[in-house]
């Protein structure tokens, strides 16, 4: 066998072992979920990342890759949720961290209050979203089982947020709700297509945008932004391709983004735009692929243009904080209203 047979010959293997590790750990992610936080085993996570493609070499075509703004501290390497409010970033973490809104600097991270929420648990807490008087914190995480019976969302008036103290508590009101469609069975740990990551406030509506572990994508379900039990209306569903763990809107321009990730842990964001009030599926849209992997969980507009993407640490991986500029791309990708077709970004200048 000649030498350049043989190399041949190794490269297509390592080909296929790299796609099978990267179906193994995929596999293990689905089989486990976030629930038992035990995503995957360290020798698994390292044949994930080969697979993935970590050097330019692997990366795809058109992927773009996010600037490192820094490691979040230890109590927000769960972080689930976030918004850009007065000059911070506010945020929160994951079910059982405790009932806490933290404001963070964005140039570091650093934390400048932690603020609690009064008489309630953070069952699982997945996103937090606002409009011009209120924040609200959405507890309504529901892969454990599928048959949560408990959602709720909690609106805190901004008032108090800004007059609160460090280490201060506020009062919420509670917003009761359940979906109409939801099955009475109890469902394996990553098995429901009722489980939500993402929300946004639109016109005096909390609009929630659906993790489906079963049946991929995101159906929109909206919520009155008012205290009391309600029942959700299904509103729309969107082909993501991927999972959605976290959702922003910017008030200025109506743009929504979603962002997620794909069941070969490929991160995206989704930026729906030029669409009527209240129905971000039925105007134009622009998908953007994210290099690099991460358990991205949380996104947020900073100004019009700048996103913060938040991921939480993945064993191996550390949790960290990105940005990504987004103002540029949209005007010239834009696509025809109704359609759903994907486009690829080019990275920016300098990037690989």
């Not at 650093?110 to 937090?128: F, H, Q, T």
């Not at 991986?317 to 990504?324: D, G, Q």
Request: net charge positive; aromatic share 8%.
């Amino acid at each position: 066998m000649s030498l350049r047979s043989f190399t041949r010959r190794i490269r297509i293997w390592h080909r296929w072992l790299g796609l099978a590790a990267l179906g193994s750990g995929c596999l293990h992610f689905f089989l486990t979920g976030r629930s038992g936080r035990s995503l995957a085993r360290p020798v698994g996570i390292l044949l994930l990342l080969t697979a993935a493609g970590l050097s330019s070499a692997g990366q795809s075509e058109g992927r773009v890759r996010p600037q490192f703004r820094f490691q979040p501290p230890v109590v927000l390497e769960e972080t689930s949720g976030m918004l850009f409010w007065k000059g911070g970033l506010w945020q929160h973490a994951d079910g059982g961290a405790g009932p806490l809104l933290y404001e963070t600097d964005t140039a570091d991270g650093r934390i400048r209050r932690s603020v609690r929420v009064l008489d309630v648990w953070n069952r699982d807490w997945e996103d937090i979203a606002q409009d011009d008087s209120h924040v609200y914190v959405g507890d309504f995480g529901n892969n454990a089982d599928g048959a949560r019976r408990d959602l709720a969302i909690y609106r805190i008036r901004k008032a108090d947020l800004a007059e609160v103290s460090d280490s201060g508590g506020v009062s919420a009101d509670r917003i009761a709700f359940r979906y109409p469609d939801m099955p009475d069975t109890v469902a394996a740990p990553n098995r429901t297509d009722h489980d939500c990551e993402a929300m946004v406030c639109l016109d005096g509506r909390l609009l929630l945008f659906t993790k489906r572990w079963v049946s991929n994508g995101t159906v929109l379900y909206t919520v009155p932004a008012l205290p009391g039990e309600h029942v959700a209306t299904k509103v729309d569903s969107f082909d993501t391709g991927g999972l959605v763990t976290g959702a922003d809107l910017d008030p200025a321009t109506g743009r929504i983004v979603l962002t997620g990730y794909s069941r070969m842990l490929a991160r995206f964001l989704w930026v729906f735009y030029d669409h009527p009030p209240g129905m971000p599926f039925r105007g134009r849209s622009l998908r953007i692929g994210l290099a690099g992997p991460a358990q991205t969980e949380a996104v947020a507009f900073v100004g019009s243009d700048l996103l913060f993407l938040g991921s939480e640490r993945f064993r191996m991986l550390p949790a960290r904080v990105e940005s990504l500029a987004i103002g540029g791309a949209l005007p010239a990708v834009a696509t025809v209203p109704g359609k759903r077709k994907r486009h690829r970004v080019r990275p920016p200048a300098g990037r690989p």
